[in-house]
């Protein structure tokens, strides 16, 4: 069974910067799963629904929500099966749970949600 398990959220004061990983494993098969979808960061705040805030290519091509360009950077390791999000920049509306799992979400990929990690933008 695939798991996505993400880390590196916190507390940080508006203007700071915060890098969250996502690593991919569980099953013989995770690494291969994983470097063939692109995948996806997303986030959902408190009453809101989630979003997609940045995605990657199995190629590395990027794309990214028009609230984070120019502050955020996601990138990805296939090597290690971990695909990471440079947050800079930090506003208290990038203030929610962040999560990651492949772009677009499938059938089969809905069961790699994982707990998220917490990011909150407050001075």
């Known amino acids: 069974q695939v798991q996505l398990v993400e880390s590196g959220g916190g507390l940080v004061q508006p203007g700071g910067s915060l890098r969250l990983s996502c ?5 013989a098969a995770s690494g291969s799963i994983f470097r063939a979808y692109a995948m996806g960061w997303y986030r959902q705040a408190p009453g809101k ?14 794309n990214y929500a028009d609230s ?8 990805r390791d296939n090597a290690k099966n971990t695909v990471y999000l440079q947050m800079n920049s930090l506003k208290p509306e990038d203030t929610a749970v962040y999560y990651c799992n492949t772009d677009p979400v499938t059938i089969a990929t809905t069961r790699y949600w994982g707990q998220g990690t917490q ?5």
């Open 23 to 27: 690593a991919a494993s569980g099953s």
């Open 49 to 62: 629904q989630r979003e997609l805030v940045a995605r990657i290519t199995s190629g590395g091509s990027t």
């Open 68 to 75: 984070v360009k120019g502050r955020f950077t996601i990138s």
């Open 119 to 123: 990011v909150t933008v407050s001075s």
